[in-house]
């Protein structure tokens, strides 16, 4: 298995700024996640020889594909590389079976046939071998693109924005199918999305970037739960980040004191942090609790912060609260569902207390600034 | 009627379509795809045939394949003719003025051919050579014929540069352009009105096949 690793390290200053380095494992699905711009497609690039960085090492099944110290950089027609474009990217003049058929010039022309058909039938698509590209919805487009990729017996699938162009019902179901894939392909699988929901539902390890730079590569619980600094937590789409400072530790409990602002706040023990550290720290929107004006329970006594509703904003099914608390500037965001804040009758302007659940609060370095 | 000068039209159509489509398939493909300093320059050059006067551009070519020049005093020390009044020159001067009608809607083909298209080819494993033959020209192939159909009408059609380059030799450069001339400078306006109809009919056959094959291609790739 560890074989069919491919290890990978590209740095370049310029015109896209890259500083990337992982390795991802065969029967793996890692998840390159970033805004526009941030350097995705470019990796993916890379990897396929499509692009060379300036800097860099592309090691992949035991063959060295780049190194730019030594002078390798292998053609790309070499790199056994399965590539599902964004849109696919199918030969519009050709049918669905011979679309496949050009991908396999490496196999005997008798074989040719036997394994169109393996792979027509791997997605789903036996019945649809003679229809044009046009011919097909986005969903089956996108499963010849798979199949096409699969082709050429690779040895790494690259996927940029594959559930892009395909609406909510058919990206439930492809999401499902590249999960059933993956444990029949035993290759590496690289990801690239910018829909972070999307990369929690098929990641094994998800690659957070930006501008050029990987800034955390662990599981989609634990970089939800434990973002390694602000710019990641803001990145995943947390809007509680802070700063405080570290104010002591309390081993027997398991527990630590953080001043933020003029509250004490109580988190779970994070003895790497020296009292009097000044630190970020994050909650999740849903970590905080809102107390029920008719119905206080004990859950109050959790690190309560009182203040005034900013605002208030109805997003489908859930509201948006943005509170002030009393004693500062920075406001607090929590989701509460549509029912609960009509009940509890939320209106900007009111005062209202919640609880910053223990468990949430996650302390973070705080970022220096690079030069 | 000339069918002496009809006949020799469309060979100097065929034979003018043999020697610039290679040509004009190579130069797009560079031009489609390729940016380079002088790029603008290359095309406006290439295009030049489009807005000169016929006469201006017949005299250049006259200079350039007279006995005097370079190119007309080796041509006749290697093959004993001339480049000028002859067929060879007639078809040279043929292939200069028809390369805008070659090189622009080929051009404008593999303009259309995305990117990721050439480099889903080549991920397949196809090499450059491969990946033209199998993908970038049968998605050009609305191009190439649209510029194979206007070349050869429009040698056809030709008349300025044919009558100053080629003169008005019977079996050798009287094209039907040349004929229709010179049958209405004779009088001859029956034998006139016939080769008329005949270049209106192919003309307008030519236009409608490119319009019907191109939109049986689009329909096809959904396009």
């Known amino acids: ?371 | 009627m000339d069918w002496q000068a009809l006949q020799l039209s469309l060979l100097l159509g065929a034979c003018t379509a043999a020697l610039l489509l290679p040509f004009a398939i190579v130069v797009s493909r560079w031009l489609a795809w390729r940016r380079f300093h002088g790029r603008n320059l290359a095309q406006a050059v290439l295009a030049l045939p489009l807005i000169l006067p016929p006469t201006v551009l017949g005299y250049y070519l006259l200079e350039l394949l007279g006995n005097q020049s370079i190119l007309g005093t080796v041509f006749t020390a290697v093959f004993h003719d001339s480049l000028v009044f002859s067929f060879q020159g007639l078809l040279l001067a043929s292939v200069v003025f028809n390369i805008p009608f070659a090189v622009q809607p080929i051009q404008r083909a593999f303009e259309t051919i995305p990117q990721d298209i050439r480099e889903a080819a080549w991920c397949c494993g196809l090499s450059d050579w491969q990946t033209f033959w199998k993908i970038e020209l049968p998605l050009a192939w609305p191009g190439v014929l649209s510029a194979l159909v206007l070349t050869i009408a429009h040698t056809l059609g030709e008349f300025g540069v044919v009558l100053m380059v080629g003169g008005n030799i019977p079996g050798e450069t009287r094209t039907i352009a040349i004929a229709i001339y010179d049958r209405v400078q004779a009088f001859d306006n029956q034998s006139a009105g016939t080769m008329s109809a005949i270049l209106l009919l192919i003309s307008m056959a030519a236009i409608a096949l490119i319009y019907t094959f191109n939109d049986r291609l689009d329909r096809r790739y959904g396009r």
């Open chain 1, 1 to 371: 298995m560890e074989d069919n690793r491919i290890q990978i390290r590209l740095q370049q200053d310029g015109p896209i700024r890259l500083d990337i380095e992982f390795s991802c494992a065969g029967g793996e699905i890692l998840v390159i996640v970033g805004p526009s711009g941030s350097g995705k497609t470019t990796l993916l690039r890379s990897i396929a020889g499509l692009y060379t960085p300036t800097r860099g090492m592309i090691h992949c099944n035991g063959e060295t594909w780049l190194d730019t110290e030594s002078g390798t950089r292998i053609p790309l027609q070499k790199r056994r590389v399965g590539f599902v474009f964004q849109h696919y990217a199918l030969f519009p003049h050709l049918t669905a079976q011979q679309n496949i058929s050009l991908a396999l010039g490496h196999l005997d022309r008798s074989r040719r046939e036997l394994r169109t058909r393996e792979l027509l039938e791997l997605v789903h698509l036996k019945d649809l071998e003679k229809r044009l590209p046009s011919q097909l919805s986005g969903g089956q487009q996108q499963r010849v693109a798979v199949a096409r990729a699969l082709a050429r017996d690779p040895r790494v699938l690259l996927l940029d924005e594959p559930f892009s162009a395909v609406d909510q019902q058919t990206r439930r179901k492809l999401v499902r199918e590249l999960a059933q894939l993956r444990s029949r392909l035993h290759i590496p699988i690289i990801h690239v999305t910018h829909n972070l929901n999307e990369a929690r539902q098929v990641a094994n390890r998800i690659c957070i970037i930006h501008h050029g730079a990987a800034l955390q590569i662990e599981s989609p619980d634990e970089i939800m739960a434990h973002p390694r600094n602000s710019r990641v937590a803001s990145l995943i789409g947390h809007y509680n980040i802070f700063a405080g400072t570290v104010v002591s530790h309390d081993p027997d409990r398991r527990l630590s004191r953080l001043l933020w602002n003029q509250t004490e706040l109580i988190t779970p023990y994070q003895p790497e942090f020296q009292p009097g550290q000044q630190v970020e720290w994050v909650i999740p929107a849903d970590q905080l609790v809102l107390h029920q004006r008719r119905r206080p329970s004990a859950g109050e006594r959790e690190n309560p912060v009182f203040g005034t509703i900013d605002e208030c904003l109805q997003l489908g099914q859930n509201v948006t609260v943005s509170i002030k608390p009393h004693h500062s500037e920075e406001s607090l965001t929590m989701t509460v569902p549509a029912h609960v804040a009509r009940r509890n009758d939320l209106r900007e302007g009111e005062q209202i207390g919640v609880s910053l659940l223990q468990e949430g609060i996650h302390l973070m370095e705080k970022e220096v600034l690079k030069v």
